[in-house]
């Protein structure tokens, strides 16, 4: 038989202040993108939670924007919906 598998504990305390980075080649539209996705999942992110840094070659760009989570489950799905974009190489 099987059980349930209790949900995993996480290591961050929610609520909390939470970085959130993805890179990607670097265009005009990266950063946008990015917010867009996150505040599908957290709406009152502000424009100044958002800061980038472009790669010492210029190539890439990484975004970070903070993010207020409330859960491990609406990071997991900011994360999901962000490695889910063309645009974004990579999340951390």
Same mark, same amino acid.
């Given at each position: 038989?099987? *059980?349930?598998?209790?949900? /995993?504990?996480? +290591? =961050?305390?929610?609520?909390?202040?939470?970085? !959130?980075? &993805?890179? $990607?080649?670097?265009?005009?539209? %990266?950063? %946008?993108?990015?917010?867009? =996705?996150? /505040?599908?999942h +957290?709406?009152? @992110?502000?424009?100044? #939670?958002?800061?980038? /840094?472009?790669?010492?070659? $210029?190539?890439?760009?990484?975004? *970070?924007? *903070? !993010?207020? #989570?409330?859960?491990?489950t609406?990071?997991? &799905? =900011?994360? @999901?919906d %962000? @490695? +889910?974009?063309?645009? !974004?190489?990579? #999340?951390?």
């Amino acid at each position: 038989m099987n *059980t349930p598998k209790p949900p /995993r504990d996480s +290591a =961050i305390e929610f609520p909390c202040d939470f970085p !959130v980075k &993805a890179m $990607g080649l670097a265009s005009k539209t %990266l950063h %946008l993108t990015v917010l867009e =996705i996150v /505040r599908k999942h +957290a709406p009152d @992110t502000a424009d100044t #939670a958002l800061k980038t /840094r472009p790669s010492s070659n $210029g190539k890439y760009v990484s975004v *970070t924007v *903070t !993010v207020h #989570a409330t859960s491990q489950t609406q990071l997991d &799905a =900011i994360y @999901t919906d %962000l @490695t +889910a974009s063309e645009q !974004v190489l990579m #999340a951390l």
